[in-house]
């Protein structure tokens, strides 16, 4: 099982994690794995994650953490 790590902001990563499914977990939305992966320069090389990869997990910033709606969602 993986673990987010509030106190450090860390996650640590189980066997066959992909970005979009740890920025679901830890941000509740696949959409924020850019970020998280530019947070992460060291990691950048793993597509699907071993066990055990130590991320850095920051608060999203002002700009990342409004998601815009379409138009049409609005209405």
């Known amino acids: 099982m993986s673990r987010k790590e509030d106190f450090m902001n860390t ?7 992909t970005w979009d499914i ?3 977990e830890v941000y509740s939305s696949e959409f924020y794995a850019g970020y998280l992966m530019s947070q992460n320069g060291k990691a950048l090389n793993y597509f699907i994650f071993p066990e055990g990869v130590i991320l850095n997990i920051p ?17």
């Open 59 to 75: 608060e999203l910033p002002e700009s990342e953490a409004t998601v815009e709606q379409p138009d049409w969602r609005s209405e």
């Open 22 to 24: 740890i920025a679901l």
């Open 11 to 17: 996650y640590t990563t189980i066997q066959g994690q």
